[in-house]
């Protein structure tokens, strides 16, 4: 496994304040020995730990740790005494007995005299051994074949507009205007840089859970394309929901859910970048890129349309949605995000029950799209992420058929990537499509 290591470094500085009229604060920074905190070895999962307190009081107490799989289920505990003088500081060092594949949930706690705190940490040990069960049905492929040619009978009608009101002296941009699956009308941004070469590699955005795609006004080298499928952005009146929740519109019904045509405007959108080649797009370059739903859709369309080239994916939902949904259940029941809804419908709907889910989604699932992606592929995660779980995540890009392939992991984040992952993706783009 390739992993691209962030150059950010990892500590936490949290302040809590106890204790009247005292005065002070107390900061931790917690790093784990292996820097993105993906540990091959089991032996050398440890954490190291520096206690600094400002308060001109003595600070006694313990610092302790709890270690959990991901599915909540407890694995080991260990405490240590410790007292700091005034203005003074401790470093600690916890080795963590954690043996199989798979990511564990580390909770360290803090309880001095006027400090009272506990800080949530993952980490993964040997994750490229992770294996996910396959659920993937046996009519898939033949499925997704019959969906696909039901889209290229619909005539997509393109309309292209120059928006000289968004244009800027650099960058023009255009508002797209297409039929896509049932003929429903889909709009996306399309923005081109005014100096460039007469051919443009082109980056290809699709949109997160319910998210409003605009127009891009900060790529130089790219042509970039960002499309708002049915429901997002202003492709919202392409689809009524009656109230509601998006992703369980029609979910006891796979010919009708919402994704499979979702899935159907994404590869729409790769329609209209491949059949507009006079615009200065080069149609032998294109990416895809998305993050969260985004992350799950770049996927699946990949695996669906080789026209994609490359693709960058960070923190993918619904990755491996067996192991996301009870994951969600056990360790995060009260986080409401996409996979909750489904658990909560699961336990609210009479009738609908956790297999039925699973009937509808294993046709939808990215994990079952990972073995037809063949192009290369970098992803970005963040540990700490309660909507997709690294595991998930993991699962799913061990999956991928391509031999070409980097995994970003930031370990202090939750459902996003840190800065410099941007800049590493950008430069990644730029040297597979060999630009200056």
């Known amino acids: 496994m390739s992993v691209a ?26 790093k784990p020995k292996i820097r993105n905190a993906i540990f091959n070895d089991p032996a050398e999962v440890a954490y190291d730990i520096k206690v600094k307190s400002t308060y001109k009081e003595v600070q006694e107490g313990k610092v302790s740790y709890e270690l959990k799989t991901d599915y909540g289920k407890h694995v080991s505990t260990d405490s240590v005494k410790v007292k700091i003088g005034p203005g003074g500081s401790k470093k600690l060092s916890f080795k963590i007995p954690a043996k199989t594949p798979g990511f564990y949930e580390l909770s360290f706690r803090f309880n001095l005299s ?43 009608k393109y309309r292209v507009l120059e928006r000289k009101d968004l244009s800027t002296p650099k960058i023009t941009v ?58 997002n952005g202003n492709s919202k009146d ?61 996927i699946v369309v990949a ?23 009870r994951i969600s259940k056990a360790m995060h029941p009260n986080v409401q995000t996409p996979v909750w809804y489904m658990n909560n419908y699961v336990s609210q709907k009479t009738g609908f029950t956790e297999q039925r889910l699973f009937k509808t989604w294993d046709y939808f699932d990215p994990l079952n799209f990972a073995g037809m992606v063949r192009c290369p592929v970098l992803m970005g995660i963040g540990l700490l992420d309660e909507l997709c779980p690294p ?46």
């Not at 304040?17 to 917690?30: N, S, T, W």
Request: net charge neutral; aromatic share 12%.
């Open 174 to 231: 255009y508002l797209v205007e297409m039929r896509s699956w049932n003929n429903a009308l889909i709009r996306g941004w399309l923005t081109i840089p005014k100096n460039r070469p007469k051919k443009l590699p082109v980056r290809y955005r699709v949109p997160g859970y319910l998210v409003t795609m605009e127009p891009s006004m900060m790529e130089d080298d790219f042509a970039v394309f960002s499309i708002n499928v049915r429901g």
């Open 5 to 30: 290591l962030p150059v950010a470094a990892y500590s936490q500085t949290p302040e809590h304040e106890e204790g009247g009229e005292a005065e002070g604060e107390v900061f931790l920074d917690i």
């Open 391 to 436: 595991s998930c995540s993991i699962a799913m890009y061990n999956r991928l058929a391509t031999q070409k392939k980097e995994l970003w992991v930031t370990p202090d984040k939750g459902h996003e990537v840190d800065g410099n992952y941007y800049r590493f993706q950008y430069q990644w783009l730029r040297e597979y499509f060999l630009l200056p």
């Open 303 to 325: 695996a669906l349309d080789k026209r994609i080239k490359l693709v960058t994916t960070e923190v993918p939902l619904y990755s491996d949605i067996h192991n996301a949904v």
């Open 238 to 298: 392409a689809i009524n929901t009656k109230g509601i929740q998006y992703n369980l519109y029609n979910i006891g019904d796979r010919n009708n859910y919402v994704y499979r045509a979702v899935y159907m405007d994404c590869l729409r959108g790769v329609d209209f970048i491949a059949s507009h080649q006079d615009m200065g797009l080069d149609t032998s370059r294109i990416s895809i890129d998305g993050g969260s739903q985004g992350g799950a859709l770049a």
């Open 114 to 156: 006027l400090y009272d705190d506990t800080v949530r940490r993952v980490f993964g040990v040997r994750p490229d051994q992770i294996v996910a069960e396959n659920n993937r049905p046996a009519d898939f492929v033949s499925f997704w074949q019959k969906t696909r040619d039901s889209l290229s009978k619909v005539p997509p």
